[in-house]
């Protein structure tokens, strides 16, 4: 009976130190404030995107790319699709100029100069579309 009571008056001691001990928020108490020498500017969305591409070769082996770009504004939008070929840690680049009607997608192609069978054996392809004029 001893045992019983003692074990009731120790739990509740127990737990009172245990919950005195619980996670307090950590961290700034107010959202950080804007540089002084910037004024807070959101940056415009990209409004063009690579929707697909694809490759081949051309009948004087080169690397023929190709796919359509979508816009995603309301208006029309010009864009440069670069295609970036790295073959045995060499970058060769192929550019091209789209222009995309508003709420619509446009196709584009360009050749890199780079040997179609040489790439096809070790080479690596990345296409990317920026608004034209930005760099």
Same mark, same amino acid.
Do not use: W
């Given at each position: 009976?001893?045992?019983?009571?003692?074990? %009731?008056?120790?739990?509740?001691? @127990?737990?009172?130190?245990?919950?005195?001990? @619980?996670?307090?928020? %950590?961290?700034?108490? &107010?959202?950080?404030?804007?540089?002084?020498?910037? /004024?807070?500017?959101? /940056?415009?969305?990209?409004? @063009?995107?690579?929707?697909?591409?694809?490759? $081949? +070769?051309?009948?004087?082996?080169?690397?023929?790319?190709? &796919?359509? #770009?979508?816009?995603?504004?309301?208006?029309?939008?010009?864009?440069?699709?670069? #295609?970036?070929?790295?073959?045995?840690?060499?970058?060769? #680049?192929?550019?091209?100029?789209?222009?995309? /009607?508003?709420?619509?997608?446009? $196709?584009? $192609?360009?050749?890199?100069?780079?040997?179609?069978?040489?790439?096809?054996?070790? &080479?690596? @392809?990345? #296409?990317?579309?920026?608004?034209? +004029?930005?760099?």
């Amino acid at each position: 009976m001893k045992r019983r009571t003692f074990v %009731t008056a120790l739990l509740p001691a @127990l737990s009172a130190g245990c919950l005195s001990s @619980l996670p307090r928020a %950590t961290g700034p108490r &107010g959202p950080p404030e804007a540089p002084a020498s910037e /004024p807070g500017e959101t /940056p415009e969305p990209d409004h @063009l995107s690579i929707e697909t591409f694809d490759y $081949e +070769g051309t009948d004087d082996d080169q690397l023929r790319a190709f &796919g359509t #770009v979508d816009n995603r504004s309301p208006e029309e939008r010009t864009g440069v699709v670069r #295609v970036r070929v790295t073959v045995d840690d060499e970058e060769t #680049v192929g550019t091209t100029e789209v222009t995309v /009607p508003g709420d619509s997608t446009a $196709e584009f $192609e360009t050749v890199v100069p780079v040997s179609f069978e040489t790439f096809r054996r070790n &080479g690596q @392809l990345q #296409v990317t579309v920026e608004a034209a +004029g930005s760099d």
